[in-house]
């Protein structure tokens, strides 16, 4: 059921291009409640099945997620087909924690109302979702009816699921403009409120939904189609940077934080979502952004701060704007980010690219102001790496979280096992059931997620995610 949002206000705030600047504040860390929802089973069905094309590409991610092993990562653009089912789901309840062996040894496995079981379901490009930029009202219900009933069946009892890939909205939006991922070009009409489908589906299932949000991304390198007259970026270019070949807003404008923090705001005013969550995407990897760029907006607010520091200042700022906006809609939805799995090498004795100097985000930061309820960084190595192994970077962010009483999700990347799509560090058998077995030892531990929904069915990755389900 959609809550009732003051359109009309909004748009004029956002023509008029002007808003308060936010001042970082650091309050109390809030400690959060895990996720409480049941899982459902399903007599019927069918998963999708795709195929997909890697490029390698220094510092890069996929629709979101980076995928590095340390600063190289793989971008894969592929296509799903999907079969349009009809699915009864029931909703069954498990309030007590079971025993039992897996391939790895004998397992405590907790109960489903305890753990959170989360599916990144992605947009971007039509990765996951949907399978074509031009489907119907009824197409677009039946392949997310199909999404449901197959993470329900496997065991997830939560979605993120992609609704703001690159500046623009699978919803009716008062600030972005329809995205050209559902429809034929960004800015037409939609033929269905994909979000309010999709939450409604989901609870009916007995999951819950978080709004997977790019906060910073207009345009990825690789979409040279025009944007729609009535996007932001259209009417406030001094608002963007390009990095290259790609479009981001500058976070160290006001104006900008307002616009991401109006636009959250917009999502959880109407839509009755359990959750909110952002990924990697801040400032950008690789070429990032030049002192050139954002001389403007430093000089007119740096307030002393270095640069480095300044551009951290205008994260914290933005996400706490967020975080604020969320609560006073509803205190019970959740706000997280998904980090790049490496704050700083000396964190965890890694030896990658560090978010903290990268793309200028410090997540200690942001726990210890309690401005996110949890937090869902991108571990996406193997427990034998050499450079980032995955044990010793989910103790530490395992410990951190919990000292500042913020829930860890730790991100897994069911994407490694297919050798195709990466050229290092590809999963073996047991991988995913080593890393979650490993973090349920762990204080702090409230569950994982998946990367991303196509991988859930493919190299065995379901049959592992059932050996630590039931």
Request: charged content about 15%; glycine content about 8%.
């Amino acid at each position: 059921m959609k809550r009732l949002l003051p359109l009309l206000l909004a748009a004029c705030v956002l023509l008029a291009g002007c808003a308060p600047s936010y001042i970082e504040v650091i309050d109390t860390p809030t400690t959060s409640t895990l996720p409480t929802t049941v899982t459902t089973s399903t007599t019927t069905a069918t998963g999708s099945s795709g195929t997909g094309a890697s490029t390698s590409s220094t510092a890069s991610s996929t629709d979101g997620s980076n995928t590095g092993n340390t600063a190289s990562s793989s971008e894969t653009v592929g296509t799903n087909e999907s079969t349009d089912t009809t699915t009864t789901t029931t909703t069954t309840t498990t309030t007590t924690s079971t025993t039992k062996t897996t391939s790895t040894g004998t397992t405590v496995i907790p109960p489903v109302s305890s753990e959170h079981r989360a599916l990144w379901v992605s947009t971007y490009a039509n990765l996951d979702y949907p399978s074509d930029r031009t489907l119907s009202a009824k197409s677009l219900k039946s392949e997310w009816d199909t999404i449901v009933a197959s993470a329900a069946k496997a065991g997830i009892n939560t979605l993120y699921f992609q609704v703001r890939p690159c500046g623009d909205a699978l919803y009716p939006s008062a600030y972005f403009p329809s995205s050209r991922y559902v429809v034929a070009s960004q800015g037409d009409a939609l033929p269905l409120d994909i979000l309010d489908y999709a939450v409604t589906a989901a609870h009916n299932a007995g999951l819950k939904l978080y709004a997977w949000v790019n906060p910073v991304r207009v345009r990825a390198a690789t979409d040279s189609k025009p944007l729609h007259n009535s996007n932001p970026a259209v009417l406030h270019p001094e608002w963007t940077f390009t990095s290259a070949g790609a479009t981001y807003y500058n976070l160290g404008l006001p104006e900008v934080r307002t616009l991401i923090a109006d636009g959250v705001a917009e999502i959880v005013q109407n839509y009755e979502v359990d959750g909110v969550i952002f990924d990697d995407y801040f400032y950008p990897y690789g070429s990032g952004i030049t002192d050139a760029q954002d001389a403007d907006a430093y000089a007119a607010y740096g307030g002393g701060l270095s640069r480095a520091d300044f551009r951290r200042a205008s994260v914290n700022r933005m996400l706490k704007a967020c975080y604020d906006r969320i609560k006073a809609i509803d205190s019970n939805c959740q706000f997280g980010v998904s980090p790049f799995g490496i704050r700083l090498n000396s964190d965890a004795g890694t030896g990658g690219q560090q978010s903290y100097h990268t793309i200028y985000c410090d997540a200690v930061a942001w726990m210890s102001g309690g401005y996110v309820d949890f937090i869902a960084p991108q571990l996406y190595w193997s427990c034998s790496n050499a450079v980032a192994p995955y044990k010793p970077l989910a103790d530490w962010w395992a410990t951190t979280a919990k000292s500042y009483g913020v829930d860890f999700y730790p991100a897994l990347a069911a994407y490694r096992y297919d050798a195709t799509q990466v050229t290092s560090d590809v999963f073996t058998k047991g991988e995913i059931i080593r890393q979650v077995e490993y973090g349920r030892g762990l204080a702090g531990f409230g569950g994982f997620s998946l990367f991303r929904y196509y991988y859930l069915f493919k190299n065995g990755v379901d049959d592992e995610i059932n050996d630590l389900f039931a």
